[in-house]
């Protein structure tokens, strides 16, 4: 392993290494490749903040980013929420939505999480091999962290709804992975959740939701597009998307 030669990576103890290609989750002909902080127990909060300036995520113990030999796709973004002002169907989603109850949880396994957890992959993701998961896989993913990470129920009239894995960083919050009941009609429980993330984010003072990654042609990450300014890591610099 050597250190990235990238400027402004933090912490010198820390290496990062090259993983081996592997199928792209999100474009069917690319193969992808991460590169990868270590030791994980080094990342801590607040190196963790500085990586994930530089386009860095979390999966699990992991902290990684696109290393892909010819593919840029995979582009980081934030959304400034002091600036951001929703748009007519944002502002339906969080109506439609106002009844849902957030509760902070344990970042523990929990049953009732994990069959919701299971629904919303082999609905919304079926094929794409997540929606194999046994227990263990989901706990490794979702419920391991060195960093301050915070699990958000989401329930209506007592039912389970939605769960968010979030963490805490020292200019704002990252959205880790958020499933849902998808059996519910008309629901738009994504948006309502990034726009409850942002407002989050404006009561603790913090100017950023990280969104993670966008893909132009990726249906799947559309979305993201559709919270205005989405700033994006381009060229080494945060800068609006047009």
Sequence with gaps: MAHPDDAGLPCSILQFYATAPYPCSYLDTQQARSQVAAPPHLVDVNTYSQLIRQGFRRSGLFTYRPYCDSCQACVPVRLAVDQFHPNRSQRRAWSTHRTLQARERPLVFDAAHYALYQRYQQCRHAGGGMDEDGSEQYGQFLLQSYVDTRLIEFSENGV????????V?????SSVYTFYDPAVAHASYGTYNILWQAQQCLGSQLPYLYLG?????????????RFRPLQAL???RWQNLP
């Design 160 to 167: 389970l709804r939605m769960v968010s894995i979030i963490d």
């Design 169 to 173: 960083l020292d200019d704002g919050l």
């Design 213 to 225: 990654y966008w893909i132009a042609e990726s249906r799947k990450m559309a979305y993201k597009a």
């Design 234 to 236: 381009l060229d080494g």
